[in-house]
């Protein structure tokens, strides 16, 4: 039998959205969030406890990838 091993993580918590924040950021219901959750078709997220967070990076990484058409130049 193997030793399973735990990867030490660090994580800023400055940086993480509750699901409440999530919802305000891309309009949605709290229950739609849980769906992809469990259906693992969503943002990767993290629970303390009871409570699920998302990473701020991993949500400007998905509203950037939904840009489309050519970008305007500043």
């Known amino acids: 039998m193997t030793k399973k091993q735990n990867k030490a993580v660090t994580v800023d918590l400055n940086q993480l959205l509750t699901v409440q ?6 309009h949605c219901h709290p229950v739609t969030l849980c769906y992809h959750r469990r259906n693992n078709t969503g943002l990767p997220f993290m629970k303390l406890g009871r409570r699920v967070y998302y990473r701020r990076a991993d949500v400007e990484a998905l509203l950037a990838s939904n840009f489309r058409g050519v970008p305007v130049a500043a």
Do not use: R, S, Y
């Not at 924040?21 to 891309?26: A, G, M």
């Open 21 to 26: 924040e999530l919802c305000e950021i891309l």
